[in-house]
Structures are given as C-alpha cells and as structure tokens.
C-alpha cells in the first residue's frame, strides 16, 4: 500500500509522493470533497491542482465521480498510477465516493497496491475508521443537499484519525482542528496529528510522518 496524505497542498516534501508513483505517471484529480462550493471556484481549484502535479512530472485529468455509478465506475475508473484527493469537506467527499462506488474500488486498488492514493486534508481524513469528530469541523449540509445522506463511516484504510491543520498552521479551520484534536485525546483515541507542511507517508510496512 502506498499513501502520500499531506495536511495542507502537497506539502514540504512531495518527491516522497512522486518517488512511489510508478508507470507513466498518470492518475486522476478527485475534486469532489469541493461539490458544494461556487462552479467558478472548483473550476479554478481543479486548474491550480492539475498544474501544480504538473510541475511534479506527473500528468493528471479531473475524474468527476458526480458523473458515475458503481456500474459505469471501474470502465471508466481505468488503471491509472496514483489519485490526488484535494481537500475540502470531507462528508461531501464521503458521500460522492459512496454514491459513486468509489470507496470500495479505491480500497481493492490500495490492497492490491496497483496506484497511489495522494492528496490532502479531507483526501486524508476520509481514509480513517470513523469519520465521527470531524463534524464539528466540516458541515455535513451539503451531504444532505447533494446526496442526501451523511456517511460517518470512512474508507478504514488509516489505523486512525487523521488530524490536519494543527500547530503553527494559519489555516482557517485550525481552530476547529485543534478541538476536534482535544476531543479524541479525552476519549483516549490515538490520531495523525500533522501540522501543514508535513504528509504522512506509507510505503509497504513503512509509516512515517515527513
């Protein structure tokens, strides 16, 4: 399994991403944690992700999971090399990976190592058992509008919570970060505490924080 999950853009050290992107480099950009914000502003967003894997070496196309169900997905899903999971609100992203069937066949693909799965924020915090915290962060209205359910289960990749945003950040969510950060450690739950800059990085058996 190889994961590159920064907390804040591609972090201080992307080479860690593109060194375990194998084949011809070519993967997709899930912009969807960003549905329900203005059209302008994901058009905009979607531009400044692709060109900033561009200058990585790393040749990337929009993959809109708006647009597909479970039977259209895996077709049209394809083999690429690696997915980048832009941040944004993370149920809104859940929701469209569940609608979508993304979830599972991004889990099969991490399993059988075929890609890497990359990205920030929300990218990562959708990977974790629970979703349950992160409420009090990102507003699950959206969801509800769009899809028309919340899923507080996540993808179960992470063995926990991953936390971005804490620190020194100047991020505006901080704040909410930070006490999301405080609930778990009064209920005992261990999390991924990464401050913006850093990503955690798994490759095969090795996890580290960069």
Not at 98 to 113: E, F, K, M, P, T
Not at 167 to 192: C, F, I, M, N
Request: a negative charge; proline letters at 4%.
């Amino acid at each position: 399994m190889r994961l590159y999950l920064s907390s804040y853009q591609l972090g201080d050290h992307p080479e860690a991403f593109t060194g375990m992107v194998r084949g011809k480099k070519r993967g997709w950009v899930i912009m969807n944690a960003f549905d329900g914000a203005d059209p302008q502003m994901r058009r905009s967003e979607t531009e400044r992700q692709l060109v900033n894997l561009a200058g990585l070496g790393l040749t990337a196309h929009e993959f809109d999971l708006r647009t597909h169900d479970p039977e259209s997905l895996t077709t049209e899903f394809g083999e690429p090399d690696f997915v980048w999971v832009r941040g944004g609100n993370v149920f809104t992203l859940r929701a469209a990976l569940a609608r979508s069937g993304a979830d599972a066949l991004i889990v099969d693909r991490l399993r059988a190592d075929s890609m890497v799965y990359a990205g920030f924020s929300a990218g990562g915090c959708v990977l974790a058992p629970s979703l349950l915290g992160l409420e009090e962060c990102d507003s699950t209205d959206d969801a509800l509008l769009l899809y028309g359910a919340v899923e507080f289960d996540g993808l179960n990749i992470l063995d926990r919570p991953f936390v971005p945003h804490l620190g020194t950040s100047d991020h505006p969510e901080r704040e909410s970060l930070t006490q999301v950060a405080a609930a778990y450690a009064q209920d005992g739950k261990q999390y991924w505490a990464l401050r913006d800059g850093q990503a955690l990085v798994v490759d095969g058996s090795s996890v580290a924080l960069f």
